[in-house]
Structures are given as C-alpha cells and as structure tokens.
C-alpha cells in the first residue's frame, strides 16, 4: 500500500463534516505526521475546534517556495445512504468517503510528494503547504489564515481540488447574497391588515430569474446566478412579516461584484434589503506563463488529446490566498473525480492518487532545478 493512500486513509478517518468543522483532531494529526518527517509546523485556531496549518521545508537557496493548498474539512454526508463507509473503505481501484476527491487524497498526495522529494526541496528555495479549514463555508479559514500569519513568499501556487489530474487555470468567482423582505404581520383571517413578506419575495424571485450578472467571459463562458434557500413565515395562519432567501452568483474576471450587486440591489427595490454573505473573486492564471507550462508539460502524458486551457465552476482557496501571496501563477491541479464532490459514495480513483503524487514529486524536482 502507497504512502499516499495510508495518509489519505488516516485523513479520511477524521469526521470533518462543515458544518461545525471540527477540523482541529485531523489538522493536529497531520502537524504531527509532517513534524515527524522534517517539516517546520506551526497551527493557528480560527474558532473552537477550528485550525490551519502552514507546514515548510527550507531549501539551501535563495528564491520563493513552492507552494500547494488543500482543505481537511468536508461537505455533510447528504440525507442518502452510504453503500461504502463515508470515512474511508477501499474497493478495487476506489478509495471511498467523504472528502476522497474533496480534497484529502490530494493533501496526502502532495504532502507525501514533499518528503519523498526532501533531498531536492533541500537543495533548492523549499516548499510550504498552507492547509485550512473551513473552506467549504466560504474560505473562512483561508480568511483567518491571511488575517493573523505571516504568509511566506511563494513562486507558485498549486491547489489540489480535484480535476482528474487535469492542469486547470483557473476558476470562477462566488458572490452570495442574503436578500430580506420586511412586511407587516396581522391574522390569517384579516390579510387585508397586514403586507405578505412572501408576496414581497416572489416577486422579487420573479425579477432575479431574469436577471443576467453580465457578459459572457471566453473562457469562463456565461456568469450564473441561483436561488439556493428561501425562509419566511411563522405559522400558517399569519401574515409573515420577514421572508429571506439567499442568492448564489459565480462570476468571472471581466465582471465586478461591487457592480452586480448594486444592479441586483437596484433591480429589487426598496422592499428588498440585500447584504453581502461571500465575495470571493474569480481566479485565473495566464496559460503562457512559463511555469504553467511546465505544469502542461508534465500533465500531458496522463491525458491522450493535447491539453487545452480550462477553468472549474467551483471556487477556491485561491481567491483569497493568492491576493495575499502577490499573485503569483497557479494551477488547479489534482486527484479527485471532480463528479464526485459532494456526492453520496464519493470516491478517489487510486490510479488518479499514485498519478498524482508522481506528477506532484516531477513539479518538485523541475521547480527546485
């Protein structure tokens, strides 16, 4: 059995369910198996039983690190059932639970990549992991992570979300919107007396659903925008005075959150209050920059047609850590099935993971060189 898959096992073990998080057991497991193999570990806390962790091995020469994310928490297990154990269960080719794919594979992979590789890493500028938690909430531990550390230089960023071992360039930005109705309450019998918040929403749903955030992007195609969750009322023969459904905007580089939502907000009207939940922005690296292409060139033999330019709909880490690293070029790049995020018996292709931590170790040395 592969190192890889033993830390990923262990990784899997660890109920990291967001909500609440509870990354801290997993987090401390991992500081302590890197700590073991040479890496400097320091942990920070964002909330009880929330930690990050940035993990380095120093080089011998002067330059910018190597760096690679991921996140140890996990989405909920889903009302479905289980046919494989969501904490780990190996069968045949499938490393099965929640947070195979999203993301734990890919952290074990890169991790054990580093210390297979330590000799080169040492002879060259080094290498850090920054692993957060609360990731799957809106980048809250990525958040505290840039607010309270001080972030090393880094080179390059490698984010391990699964993309079936594809060199991704970038990814959509996230804009979520809490929007409230306020009306007046009176009885379910008199609701001439009262003003229907629910009222109020539908037909402001009715506007949203036509609402367009903007122009299409070449490569990011066309902005889309979601209802996800509406709440409103009390009890069934009131008037409801407060209605509150949120509002799921991904967006692209070539628009500005600060824009949309003052078109949505405009759009509604007075009787609808909108606040900002996440605003998290597009990410997108130039694919001619010459370490992308070495990451290319290095993916290609796992793929047969030519590799093309592409982005992923899902938002990352990135959004803020690379703002806060200087923006330096990164790749999306890792193990998981990226059909299977968040899906019920989630699974990690092992081939993709023993790919992975080869391609991981190959993007090492070349960088280190």
Not at 60 to 85: C, E, I, M, R
Not at 203 to 211: D, N, R, S, V
Not at 240 to 262: C, E, G, M, W, Y
Request: one cysteine or more; hydrophobic letters at 40%.
């Amino acid at each position: 059995m592969s190192q890889s898959l033993i830390l990923a096992q262990q990784l899997l073990r660890f109920d990291t369910i967001n909500p609440p998080g509870n990354e801290a057991a997993c987090m401390q497991f991992l500081a302590d198996w890197l700590t073991q193999r040479g890496f400097d570990v320091t942990l920070s806390t964002f909330g009880e039983n929330r930690l990050n962790l940035i993990a380095s091995l120093p080089g011998s020469l002067p330059g910018p690190k190597l760096a690679f994310t991921g996140h140890l928490d996990t989405v909920p297990l889903g009302n479905a059932d289980w046919q494989y154990d969501p904490f780990g269960e190996v069968v045949g080719d499938r490393l099965y639970g929640r947070g195979s794919s999203d993301m734990k594979a890919a952290v074990a992979a890169f991790a054990v990549a580093c210390v297979t590789h330590q000799q080169a890493i040492q002879q060259g500028s080094g290498v850090v992991l920054l692993i957060t938690g609360g990731e799957e909430t809106g980048c809250d531990g990525a958040q505290a992570l840039i607010d309270t550390t001080d972030l090393p230089e880094v080179g390059a960023l490698i984010v391990g979300e699964p993309t079936s071992n594809y060199p991704v360039i970038g990814h959509k930005g996230a804009l979520w919107l809490r929007c409230e109705t306020r009306g007046k309450t009176a009885h379910g019998a008199m609701p001439e007396l009262g003003i229907n918040a629910i009222y109020l929403a539908a037909e402001a749903l009715g506007k949203i659903q036509h609402f367009s955030p903007g122009a299409p992007h070449p490569l990011m195609k066309q902005p889309t925008i979601n209802v996800g969750r509406i709440a409103g009322g009390l009890n069934i023969n009131s008037v409801p005075d407060r209605t509150q459904f949120d509002v799921d905007i991904r967006s692209a580089p070539n628009l500005h959150h600060a824009a949309i939502r003052q078109q949505l907000t405009t759009l509604l009207g007075e009787s609808v209050t909108v606040t900002t939940l996440v605003d998290l922005p597009a990410v997108l690296s130039e694919e001619n920059q010459a370490w992308i292409q070495s990451v290319y060139q290095h993916c290609q033999a796992l793929h047969d047609a030519p590799l093309t330019p592409r982005i992923v709909p899902y938002f990352t880490d990135a959004s803020l850590l690379l703002p806060a690293l200087g923006t330096p070029p990164c790749i999306i790049l890792g193990p998981g099935e990226p059909s299977m995020a968040h899906q019920t018996d989630e699974y990690c292709l092992l081939t993709r993971l023993a790919e992975a931590e080869t391609l991981y170790g190959a993007v090492i040395n070349d960088w280190m060189r």
